[in-house]
């Protein structure tokens, strides 16, 4: 018995996909099941126009079309759709309604140098209080006053800032909105009153105009216009303001049980490692620590930091796709399985590795002048990243629980990097707990399960999340318990702990 049927988009910085979820009834007292059925799938890229990285978002835009076409076409029939994106990025309106020029990349050059001009402006204390995030370069805050310093035309046309899924969102139904886990990716949000900084943008001459005061995930939005429902030939459905930062919409799918605290890492082309709490912590140590208070579903907070992550990975292969080589992201694991541990580490999260392109050899360079051998052969290059995002997971959890002053029982992780099992297992033994995974799909499933909460079928994320404890079979890896191993594990960690940011 089917109880609901909801379309969900998740964009990554890597691909977007669409999946339909259909709720179903279970059989007497369980549960009912969310079943998922991807329908779309389509890569995304950074494109470079002149010295500007951007995205093409009318093609983003016309996926998303196809998507809701084909849904319909294949006789789904969702009630409600929700979009999910990476974070940071934004377009902007003019005052009829239109998009100023292509949105920027969050790894765009233009924001090179500005955390430290802020940071002498306003004082690094004074920025963290207010805006409570990790000293990001691709952070909102960052790029407007990039834009604004470059006397930037659109910034001074513009009548309003719509965040990615906002945007896209406005494209379907014309509706503007600002979805507050994404307003809280900008910076410019105080997660002490969740009000926008007015005084700040003035300061430093962002217009406040431009921002809308933010919505609740969870909220109706608009139905479809007629315009794209005649162009698609489908029922005006409506959009759902879901936790539209595809890391917020991750976690809200992670099967955590009970009211334990837990720790998680939502693997991506970012390594997302955190925990939940209700009320964010800007104290100096989590300045220090540098780690971020986001916005997440149903009045959380999530303590959280952005590890490099598989962006280095996926750069690394796409190198090797432009010497002709054909593996993929399993059978390039592979070839890291059957190389020597440890032989270089490398600190995933020195800026060195935060641009695109020339990797294989940011990478080399690294490992040569920190005195190791350079890795060679594609097995090497991979086995070096996958170890030390690992080590790295390491040190950041042992960061987070002295900030929330808990040491957790294991690690969740989900999302498309625990496809990665060498990954997943090296996290095991690096920590020396358990590693559970839960969905790969994680955003699409809680970009799902904010839609049903929103129809009434969920109340809140306690109920979400045993939806997913039920509906997905999650997976365990468990520490190595060889002494050797260990023991050889522990003297890398001390090699990692030597390595310069
Ligand atoms: P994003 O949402 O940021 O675009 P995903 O959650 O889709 O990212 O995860 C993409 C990452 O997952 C890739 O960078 C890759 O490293 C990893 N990945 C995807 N498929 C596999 C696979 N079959 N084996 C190992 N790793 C994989
Ligand atoms: C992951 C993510 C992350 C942001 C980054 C820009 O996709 O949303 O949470 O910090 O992209």
Redesign the pocket.
Same mark, same amino acid.
């Given at each position: 018995n089917k109880l609901a049927s909801v379309l969900a988009f998740? @964009? =990554?910085?890597?691909? =977007?996909?669409a999946l339909i979820g259909e709720l179903v009834s279970g059989n007497g007292d369980e549960l009912p099941k969310l079943k998922v059925t991807e329908i779309h799938r389509f890569p #995304?890229d950074a494109i470079a126009v002149g010295s500007h990285l951007h995205w093409d978002i009318l093609r983003l835009l016309q996926e998303l079309k196809i998507a809701i076409r084909r849904a319909f076409q294949e006789g789904y029939e969702p009630q409600t759709f929700g979009i999910d994106t $990476?974070g940071v990025d934004f377009g902007l309106l003019d005052s009829n309604g239109e998009l100023l020029g292509n949105p920027y990349h969050y790894r765009d050059p233009q924001t090179e140098g500005v955390i430290e001009e802020l940071a002498a402006a306003i004082g690094k204390e004074s920025l963290y209080e207010q805006g409570g995030l990790q000293f990001m370069p691709f952070n909102t805050i960052n790029q407007l006053y990039a834009m604004k310093k470059s006397g930037s035309p659109k910034l001074e046309a513009a009548q309003t800032l719509l965040l990615t899924p906002d945007l896209l969102t406005y494209f379907l139904t014309g509706a503007k909105v600002c979805e507050f886990t994404m307003a809280t990716t900008t910076q410019l949000l105080s997660p002490l009153t969740q009000a926008w900084n007015v005084e700040l943008m003035e300061r430093l001459g962002i217009p406040s105009k431009l921002f809308l005061d933010p919505i609740k995930p969870g909220t109706r939005i608009a139905p479809l216009t007629a315009a794209v429902c005649t162009e698609l030939d489908v029922p005006p459905i409506e959009a759902v303001a879901v936790a539209t930062h595809?890391t917020e919409s991750a976690i809200a799918a992670i099967p955590a049980k009970g009211d334990e605290p837990f720790a998680y890492i %939502?693997? +991506?082309? $970012?390594s997302l490692l955190g925990s939940e709490l209700h009320d964010p912590i800007v104290t100096p140590e989590a300045m220090s620590l540098d780690f971020s208070n986001e916005g997440g579903a149903c009045d959380t907070y999530q303590l959280i930091k952005n590890i490099m =992550? @598989? $962006?280095i !990975?996926?750069e690394c292969?796409r190198e090797w796709e432009e010497q002709s080589s054909n593996l +993929?992201?399993?059978e @390039?694991?592979e070839l890291a399985r059957q190389e020597l541990p440890f032989r270089s580490l490398i600190q995933p999260d020195n800026r060195l590795f935060y641009a695109p392109g020339g990797m294989i050899g940011r990478i080399q360079d690294y490992c040569s002048k920190t005195n190791q051998p350079v890795p060679q052969t594609k097995g090497q290059i991979m086995r070096c990243v996958i170890e030390s995002l690992s080590l790295r997971y390491r040190q950041v959890l042992g960061q987070l629980e002295s900030l929330v002053g808990h040491t957790f029982s294991g690690l969740y992780m989900v999302? =498309? +990097? !625990?496809? #990665?099992?060498l @990954?997943c297992q090296f996290t095991a033994d690096a920590i020396g707990r358990p590693v559970w995974t839960g969905p %790969?799909?994680?955003?699409a499933i809680g970009n799902m399960l904010l839609q049903l909460v929103s129809l009434g079928h969920c109340t809140d994320l306690k109920e979400a999340r045993s939806v997913v404890a039920t509906s997905f079979p999650g997976g365990v890896y468990l520490p190595s318990e060889e002494p050797a191993e260990i023991a050889q594990l522990e003297a890398a960690y001390e090699r990692f702990n030597q390595l310069h940011f």
């Open positions: 998740d @964009l =990554g910085a890597s691909s =977007g996909r #995304n $990476w595809d %939502v693997s +991506g082309t $970012w =992550g @598989l $962006w !990975i996926q292969k +993929g992201f399993a @390039l694991v999302g =498309g +990097g !625990i496809q #990665n099992e @990954l %790969v799909e994680a955003s």
